[in-house]
Every structure is written in structure tokens, then in C-alpha cells.
């Protein structure tokens, strides 16, 4: 029988965590490794940022008006700023003021706020914005450039940055190919990945991120740092990121092993394109992974062969995006196989079988 | 051409005749859905959905002559019920549940007529002629025949009171935390 | 002592908050000037009562017996006048009222003849044992409050080979038990033994939380004259008082779900229900005290009070010292299972451990907000649930769904909804779940009978019809059927006026 109780239900205590401090722990994480390459990219990578998270805030507080619910307790909680923050940090740096409001524009209307706002989405916003920007626009989504920090000679004064951003004014001259891409032109122009591999700026460049690529992936000693602080806050655990990278790299080494010609290794892979950063910060996004740790183990390792065979068989050199937004529409299922086993029962939720009875 | 028209109009032969003959020979008799459905009714033949009884009523509801909310003592439980098994969907907000009720007979009122204990059909009411009758709360479905009946008005339908051991929990209500009530004067002061 | 302990899975770590009273010793309540005993203080039956208005009753006195096989009878705190036998409102989150002696003390608090002591429990007959503990109605002090003596019985049907007794104590504030196995642990050891007598185990394992180190080394000295007994250290990790829990740390035994806990051979009892055990066996003494420990931010003087049972809540608060500011939440019991009072005029019960009055800065309370399905709740639930699954579920009235999901097994501790971020109230939707499920089961239960009664019914109205209708053809072959038909009617329902 229902009716009032004479005050809230237990527990009257609460962990001091909140889905605003979470987001916030999660942009904090993110901070180091944004600010060095928006250093690297120079103003215009300063400038589409900007735009990018800005056009994510202002979509979001539209789509709530729209919906007639609370604008500012839902704004306030981060979780859009960090849609656009990810989004930003996939984008080329150099990529036009547009792609960042079209893509604010795919990542929270349309793929946050239709399937019913924070915490009901299926697939991850900000990926879902690339991919239809990288289906949509491939030429643009795929200039990238090599980086030119701030302040160095060569790189854009604010002024060109401004013209860049948002005058479409890009440097012929500056455009890059990212390792992953070009790997993948030289194959297809029949130069084996042995040959092409050496031409790829070294490991050490790699790690710190001195190599073309979108906006935020490229520093990976500091994506990995804000990673590992993640998971020191416990906001994520080891799971995902490990399954990911994990799989990423057995299946690049056994594959390199067998065919050096055809297949790049496995530390070419997890340090090249958005692996660390999709490992950490993309894959790892609460409402699209799976809630149980079995759960995102196996979430973790699909995106991980996913990526990998998006990146050597597919049309595209990056695959990240897709093999997280793939693994998003079975995340679900994962779901349902991996929940965990219940206390005094078996797998399949029979009660143990007892002790014989006096 | 020809051996494809030929070959689906065998195709077609077959699996007509087929169907004819189970149909023919392995007919059902009756309407296995009724059955199915009288099973979820409460079965107390109460006739207060205007059906002389359950099996009226299961009938009516798989010819689909009848609304899924016909049952008053089932309430929202067995319009649920009969919804998902006739896939009908329902507005359940607009089906008033009243929660559980048994007949209570006032005392003083009763004049121990016995048309009541003739009306019920569960046998939930005791008396005698000339006594008077109390209802026995386990047995009342509360389909409410025996309040018309009575001469003096001495029966209304009353809710089961809650206690402690059947009271829950409500559910939980989305939006913000209702302000915590005032709890009692505080002590302190007169301490 | 360092000792192999078994994983257990999930829990969570609230701030202890146990600083302002677990230092102080119990301090006995000064007599109030009005008990109130109310007859349901235990899982199972009401008590039945035994005295009545007006009626001068002495200290220990049993006022109300057992009311059936899972009952618990109750006793006078103290000697004086029964002035009311009503319904008084019972400290319960419904805020609903239950029967209640009230009781004038008169000050005397003179003993009433109490039965002799059982002078050595370890050559008694357990029977002997189990019928005192019965009579003394000692019931679960932890907040279970299953009658002690039932449990007892278990021995006879079940191999009983290790007794836990849980000193965990693992819910913030609360520290009565901690203070109890601090001043009193010959007590509560020797109870301990009592009980394992009683229930044939040949092995007692006393499972305190690393976070009361005084505690342990007190149990250990009063456990060191016995090799049988072991005190172990466990994780200060929440829920580890939950029975079945600590047995599965200590044992490494994990009790089939919705079995007792003495199908794999162990009973666990709570430290102070040993303590209350041993009063009984040793000293004739039956349950009409406890230890209460009334704390929060909102508390003057935080303490552990021993209190007379049926002293209102409002006694204690008083003795505290009052309210130091307004409370914003008022619990009986402990912070993460604890449940609302509905003032403070309410009793307290032999289960009543804390009384808190908390302020809103010190909950963490926060409005709620949509789930981002962190998954912290999966990770945090002892049982192996999946609350964000069970709760969305139970949203949208999906309550078989949930119900196959496993809601019946949650155990309520409410790790999910303190390690949510969004606040959702988890525990509240799994109670209420449970309790539609309940109802439900009951319904479908009655509605059984009432088709069985029905079908009763109408064959004997049938039958009486029948034998009218033949009687009748004998006599007058010409009646119409219709008023055969309304004669049999009448004929049967004369039958059943006579009950």
C-alpha cells in the first residue's frame, strides 16, 4: 500500500561527487593536453575552439528552451562543453569556423537532445558530429597541418588566424599529411608500409605530439597523463582505455608479424591518429559505454579490432570515430550479457545449490 | 517462364491443401483466447461489468465488444493485465484506481435482512435473519453488489486501511527534493 | 592479528563521522516521565498483551507474550501504572500509528521476580537456553530485529558448525555497538558462547571493523581464555555489517539467495544481541534497555545514552543537550539505512541503534539529475545488481521486468544512492518496487481464493437449485422453471444465513 512518507527515503548521506564535478574532473583532465596544442596549432586552432564549444553551449540552451525544460541547471553541468571540447579536439586544427557550428549542430541536437537529452543518447555525440562532418566535407576534415606554435616564425598572427578560421583562406603551402594518411597513400600507390613507415615523424615526436593531426590527439603525453589522473579520480576505470589499446596493439603486432608489407605495427598504431585519446576521453563517455566493468572490457577490445580494421581495410585512414560510434549501437546488448553475477546465485540467477540440511 | 509460373503454382497447391486440411482436422474447438482471458479476471461472477458473469465477460473482451477497463473490482491491475495480453493500449492516468476496498456494514443500521449474504457471490458475509451480518474482509473482493441491496443504506464500500505491515514506500517523484518537513517543536530550547 | 580474509564484492566508503560519540562511555537516561512500549518491535506477530489499564506493574515484568512462532514478547522497563493501551504513532517512515502500552513509571523501579539464573549455560539443555531467550525477547539489536530464540532453533535443523558474531558496525555515526564491545566484552563473548551452545557450533568468529581497533583488542583479551573464539579484523568498507556479507568475508560461505544464512552452517548475531543473550542466561534479565546512539550535527552534545525502551525520542534529544540548530532530517538508525522519524514523540524500539539529527550540509543532499550511466551503482552494489537498469525500469512501471532483474535480492544498504552523482533516490525505487510487488503477490493471492470461494458458491447454489426443482417436480409437475429457479436461490441463501 502507497502513500506519503513522513520524510525523504535513506541513505542521508551522499558522496560529495556530482555529475557537474564529474564533467568538471573531466574537462580538468583534458585542459593540459588542449592548451599545449592549441599552442601548437597557433591562433586558428585557438579561434575554432572557441567556436566549436561555443556553438555546443548555445546549442544546447536552445535545444532545452526548445524542450521547455531548466536551461541553466542542465547548461551548468558541463556535460555539452565537454561534447564540444572533444568535438573541437577531433576537428583539423585548421578546419573553417563552420564545421565546428555544423558540427555542434549534429552533436547535440540531433544526436543528444532527439533521443531524449543528458544520460539517454545512444551514440556519442561528439563522434557522431565527426563522422557526419568527415562523411559530409572529407577534403576539409581531412587538412591537416603540420604544427606551427605560437609565436614561432612561420606561424599565423592573429590576424591570419582570423582569415583562416573564418575566411577559408588556407595555406596551400601548410597542408600536412597525418602519419595514418599517409601510410595509407603510399600502400595505395603500391610502396609497402616498411618503405613508408621510416618517412613518419619518430616516437619521440609522436609521444609529444610534434606531428600532424586533429586538434587535441596528437600530444599523447599528456592525453595519456590526463588519463591516468582520471582514473586516480576514479572517474573512469582501467577497462576501456586498456581493452582498447589492448586489442589495437595485439591485433597491429600479430598482423605486422605476419606481413610487414601490408600491416604497420602495433606502437605505430597506439600512437598514431585519436587512439590514446578515443582510449581515454572518447570511448569512455558514461551514457554510450556499457555500466558493467565485464561490460566495458568487451566494449573496450570491439573498439580496439575495430579501429584497427577500419584503419587497414577501410577507405578512411582514422577509425576511431567509427569504431566507437559501432561499438555505441551494441552497447546495449554488452549490457544485457554482462551483468554481473548476483550474490548467493549462479550466472544464469538460480540460487546456489546448499549445503545438505541437518 | 513456364517452369517458374509451374513451379509456384504446385508451390501454391501444396501449401493451400496443407493449410485446408489442418484447418479442417486439427480445429480447435472454442475460442482458446476466452479462456485465456477469463483466467485473468477475478472470477467472483459479481456482474458488475454487465455481463452475467466472468465467462460473459471473457467472451465480450476476445470478441472485442468489450473495453479492457470493464472490470471494476479488478481495477488497474487487471485492465494492465488484459491490455498486454489483447494489445490494446490503454491511458491507464485516466482509469481511477481507488486501491483495494472491502464492504464494511454499519453497525446499528443493519436490520439482518440477508439480501446481502443472497447477493454475494463469494460467501463473504455472515449473519443470520433478524442479526446482524458482518463482512469478512480476506473473503471481499469488493465488487460492490451488496450496497444497492440493502434496505437501510447500512453498507459502504470502504478502502483497506493501510498499516505498517502493508505500507511501501511511494515512488519516487522526479524534480527537485521537497523541502525536508519541520520535525516537532525542537527540544533544545525547553532542555 | 593478521588473518586471510575472503573477497567480498562492491561497498562503498562514507566519512565515518563516529569521532563525537565513540569516545564517550553510556550514560544511562534519567527515568522519563512516561514510556511508551509498543507490541511490534521484531519481525513477525505483534505481541499480545497482558495487563491492562490501571494495572501496577514491577521492573522486567513481562506486559505483552509472544503472539506466535516468530514473536517476541515485552517486558516493563520499570516498576509502575499501565495508563493507556492505544494506538500511539510508531517511529516508522510511514508515520503510521501502532498498539502501544503506555507506562507511568512511579519511580520505585522496583524489580519484578525474575527467573533464576542459569548457573552454567554450557551443561544446560539448549532448550533451556533457547525458552529463556524467548522469554527475556531478545530480538536482533543490530536493526534486524528477528527474535534471537528463533534463530536459535535453527541448530536443531540445520548443521550449524561457526557462529559470526557481527561487531561491524559499519554504518557512519552509529558507534552503540562499538561502546557495548568496549565496556562490556566478557559480556558479549560469553553470550557469544552461550549462543553457540545453544546452536551446536563449535567455532565463533567475532568480525570488527578495522576502524575500532579499541574494540578488537578489548574482544581479543576477553577471547584469549577461549582457543573456539576469534576475533577478526575486517575492511572498513560499507555494507560490511550486512549478514551475509561479513559471514562471506570471514567463512568465505555465500548463502543461496532467499535461504538462511545456516544453509552453508553459519547464524550470525549482532555484538549486543550476545550482550542481551548473556543478561537473560546469566542474570534472568530480559530486554528493557538499550544502547542508542544520538548524534549529528544537529545534536548539542552528541552521546550513547542507555535507554529504557519506549522513552521517546524527544527524552533523548533533551538529555543531549537539545538541538543545536534546526534538523534538517531526523533518522532512526544509521545515515545509509536508516529511516525517517515522524517526530519526536515517537518510541524508541529494542532496534532503535542511532537517533540522528542531521543537518542539510552534512548529507550531500542535492535536487536530482538525470542518470549519465556512470555505472558507479553496478560497481558499488554488494549484491551484483544493476541499479541505473533496475531504477529505469521501474520509471516506466516495468516492475516484472525489474523484478526478473533481481530487485527482490537488493538488501537495501543503499550503496547506489550514495555513490550516484545524480542523486537519484535508488533505494527508494527499489523499496517501492518491492512493495508493489508485494501487494501484487497478495492480490493475485486473494484473488485465488475469492475465484475458489466464487466457484463454491455457485455450485451450491446450483445444487440447492437442483434438489428444489426435483422436490418441487415430484409435488407440482406444472411450476415454471423461473420460479423453481428464484425458490432455489432463496432456499440457499437460507442455508447460508446460518453460519
Known amino acids: 500500500m502507497s502513500m506519503g512518507a513522513v520524510g525523504p527515503s535513506a541513505p542521508f548521506t551522499h558522496t560529495p561527487n556530482s555529475v557537474q564535478a564529474t564533467m568538471l574532473t573531466v574537462l580538468v583532465a583534458l585542459a593540459p593536453a588542449t592548451l599545449f596544442n592549441l599552442y601548437l596549432f597557433g591562433w586558428p586552432a585557438i579561434l575554432l575552439f572557441t567556436v566549436t564549444v561555443a556553438s555546443c553551449a548555445a546549442a544546447e540552451a536552445i535545444s532545452l528552451g526548445l524542450a521547455d525544460r531548466p536551461v541553466w541547471p542542465r547548461l551548468s553541468d558541463g556535460s555539452a562543453i565537454l561534447t564540444g571540447w572533444l568535438l573541437a579536439m577531433s576537428l583539423p586544427p585548421w578546419a573553417p569556423w563552420w564545421t565546428g557550428v555544423l558540427g555542434a549542430v549534429f552533436a547535440i541536437p540531433l544526436a543528444k537532445h532527439a533521443f531524449g537529452g543528458l544520460g539517454q543518447n545512444l551514440f556519442n555525440p561528439a563522434m557522431v558530429a565527426r563522422v557526419a562532418l568527415l562523411v559530409s566535407f572529407p577534403v576539409v576534415m581531412t587538412a591537416w597541418v603540420a604544427p606551427h606554435p605560437l609565436f614561432a616564425a612561420g606561424s599565423p598572427s592573429l590576424a591570419e588566424g582570423w582569415a583562416i578560421t573564418f575566411g577559408g583562406q588556407m595555406p596551400d603551402a601548410v597542408t600536412a599529411a597525418s602519419a595514418l594518411g599517409f601510410v595509407k597513400t603510399e600502400l595505395s600507390r603500391g610502396i609497402p608500409v616498411a618503405q613508408s613507415l621510416p618517412q613518419v615523424p619518430d616516437l619521440m615526436d609522436m609521444a609529444l605530439g610534434l606531428r600532424a593531426g586533429s586538434l587535441g590527439e596528437t600530444s599523447l603525453v599528456l592525453i595519456l597523463a590526463g588519463g591516468l589522473f582520471l582514473m586516480a579520480r576514479r572517474i573512469i576505470s582501467w577497462h576501456i582505455p586498456v581493452g582498447m589499446l589492448g586489442a589495437l596493439f595485439v591485433m597491429a603486432t600479430l598482423f605486422h608479424a605476419l606481413d610487414p608489407d601490408r600491416f604497420a605495427g602495433g606502437l605505430f598504431h597506439i600512437t598514431s591518429g585519436a587512439a590514446v585519446l578515443g582510449a581515454f576521453f572518447i570511448a569512455t563517455d558514461y551514457v554510450t559505454s556499457p555500466v558493467s566493468k565485464a561490460g566495458q572490457l568487451a566494449f573496450g577490445i570491439g573498439v580496439g579490432v575495430l579501429t584497427w580494421v577500419i584503419r587497414t581495410f577501410a577507405g578512411y585512414p582514422e577509425g576511431v570515430a567509427f569504431a566507437v560510434l559501432l561499438m555505441n549501437s551494441l552497447t546495449p546488448i554488452i549490457d544485457q550479457y554482462s551483468r554481473p553475477r548476483r550474490f548467493g546465485r549462479t550466472r544464469q540467477g538460480e540460487p546456489l545449490a546448499q549445503k545438505a540440511a541437518r | ?191 | 592479528m593478521i588473518r586471510h580474509l575472503f573477497p567480498v564484492r562492491g561497498g562503498v566508503h562514507p566519512a565515518y563521522h563516529k569521532d563525537p560519540t565513540s569516545e564517550k562511555a553510556v550514560v544511562p537516561l534519567p527515568m522519563p516521565g512516561m514510556l511508551f512500549v509498543p507490541l511490534q518491535q521484531h519481525v513477525g506477530q505483534a505481541a499480545e498483551v497482558l495487563v491492562s489499564i490501571d494495572e501496577r506493574v514491577r521492573k522486567g515484568q513481562m506486559i505483552a507474550r509472544c503472539g506466535g512462532a516468530i514473536s517476541a514478547p515485552q517486558h516493563a522497563p520499570t516498576s509502575g501504572r499501565i495508563r493507556d493501551i492505544s494506538e500511539v504513532t510508531a517511529p516508522h517512515a510511514s508515520g503510521l500509528a501502532q498498539t502501544t502500552i503506555v507506562l507511568e513509571p512511579d519511580g520505585a523501579d522496583e524489580w519484578a521476580d525474575l527467573p533464576e539464573p542459569i548457573e552454567d549455560p554450557f551443561a544446560a539443555d539448549p532448550q533451556v537456553i533457547r525458552e529463556r531467550v524467548a522469554w527475556a525477547g531478545v530480538v536482533g539489536m543490530g536493526g534486524a530485529v528477528f527474535p534471537a530464540a528463533v534463530k536459535l532453533d535453527l541448530g536443531t535443523r540445520y548443521k550449524i558448525d561457526t557462529l559470526v558474531i557481527n561487531g561491524a558496525e559499519c554504518e557512519p555515526y552509529v558507534t552503540c555497538d562499538d561502546r557495548t564491545m568496549r565496556e562490556h566484552p566478557q559480556e558479549v563473548i560469553d553470550g557469544a558462547r552461550i549462543i553457540a551452545r545453544a546452536l551446536g557450533a563449535t567455532r565463533i568468529v567475532v568480525g570488527v571493523e578495522r576502524n575500532k581497533p579499541q574494540a578488537i583488542e578489548a574482544l581479543t583479551r576477553a577471547a584469549s581464555p577461549h582457543p573456539d573464539v576469534e576475533v577478526v579484523g575486517v575492511p572498513a568498507q560499507y555494507p560490511m555489517g550486512y549478514a551475509h556479507e561479513l559471514i562471506l568475508a570471514t567463512t568465505g560461505r555465500e548463502t543461496p539467495a532467499g535461504k538462511r544464512t545456516a544453509e552453508v552452517g553459519v547464524v550470525a548475531y549482532n555484538c549486543s544481541t550476545a550482550k542481551a543473550v548473556d543478561q537473560a542466561v546469566r542474570l534472568g534479565r530480559p530486554v528493557i534497555t538499550r544502547v542508542v546512539t544520538v548524534s549529528g550535527g544537529a545534536i548539542r552534545e552528541p552521546k550513547n545514552v542507555e535507554c529504557p525502551i519506549g522513552a521517546r525520542v524527544g527524552d533523548l534529544v533533551a538529555f543531549c543537550g537539545g538541538f543545536r540548530s534546526h534538523p534538517a532530517h531526523l533518522v532512526n538508525g544509521g545515515p545509509m539505512m536508516g529511516q525517517p522519524l515522524p517526530n519526536l514523540e515517537v518510541p524508541v524500539v529494542k532496534g532503535t541503534a542511532g537517533i540522528l539529527a542531521l543537518l542539510g550540509s552534512e548529507t550531500n543532499a542535492r535536487p536530482e539529475e538525470p542518470c549519465i550511466r556512470c555505472g558507479s551503482c553496478v560497481g558499488a552494489c554488494p549484491v551484483g545488481l544493476v541499479p541505473v537498469e533496475m531504477a529505469a525500469l521501474i520509471r516506466r512501471d516495468d516492475l516484472k521486468t525489474a523484478g526478473r532483474l533481481g530487485v527482490g535480492d537488493c538488501i537495501g544498504c543503499g550503496s547506489c544512492a550514495w555513490v550516484c552523482p545524480s542523486h537519484i533516490p535508488l533505494v527508494q525505487y527499489f523499496n517501492y518496487a518491492n512493495g508493489m510487488l508485494w501487494n501484487q503477490e497478495q492480490q493475485a493471492r486473494k484473488n485465488a481464493r475469492v475465484k475458489a470461494l466464487a466457484e463454491a458458491h455457485a455450485l451450491r447454489v446450483e445444487k440447492a437449485a437442483a434438489a428444489k426443482r426435483a422436490a418441487q417436480s415430484a409435488r407440482k409437475p406444472a411450476a415454471s422453471p423461473a420460479a423453481s429457479e428464484e425458490t432455489g436461490r432463496k432456499a440457499a441463501a437460507t442455508e447460508e444465513a446460518r453460519p
Open chain 2, 1 to 191: 517462364m513456364l517452369i517458374a509460373i509451374g513451379s509456384l503454382t504446385v508451390i501454391g497447391i501444396v501449401l493451400g491443401s496443407g493449410l485446408g486440411a489442418a484447418a479442417r482436422f486439427l480445429r480447435v474447438e472454442g475460442n482458446p483466447l476466452e479462456a485465456e482471458i477469463q483466467s485473468l479476471l477475478p472470477g467472483s461472477q459479481c456482474g458488475q461489468c454487465g455481463y452475467v458473469g466472468c465467462g460473459q465477460a471473457a467472451a465480450a473482451l476476445a470478441r472485442g465488444e468489450a473495453p479492457v477497463t470493464l472490470c471494476p473490482p479488478g481495477g488497474r491491475a487487471v485492465a494492465q493485465a488484459l491490455a498486454k495480453r489483447l494489445g490494446v493500449h490503454i491511458d491507464l492516468s485516466k482509469h481511477e484506481d481507488k486501491g483495494p476496498q472491502y464492504a464494511v456494514i454499519v453497525e446499528g443500521l443493519c436490520t439482518g435482512c440477508t439480501r446481502c449474504i443472497r447477493e454475494c457471490s463469494v460467501d463473504a458475509i455472515f449473519g443470520a435473519t433478524k442479526q446482524m451480518h458482518t463482512v469478512l474482509v480476506d473473503a471481499c473482493h469488493a465488487c460492490g453488489s451488496c450496497v444497492p441491496v440493502c434496505p437501510t443504506g447500512a453498507i459502504a464500500m470502504t478502502p483497506v486501511p493501510v498499516t505498517i505491515r502493508t505500507w511501501h514506500w511511494p515512488k519516487p517523484q522526479p524534480g527537485p527534493l521537497p523541502a525536508p518537513e519541520p520535525q516537532g517543536e525542537p527540544v533544545g530550547e525547553a532542555a
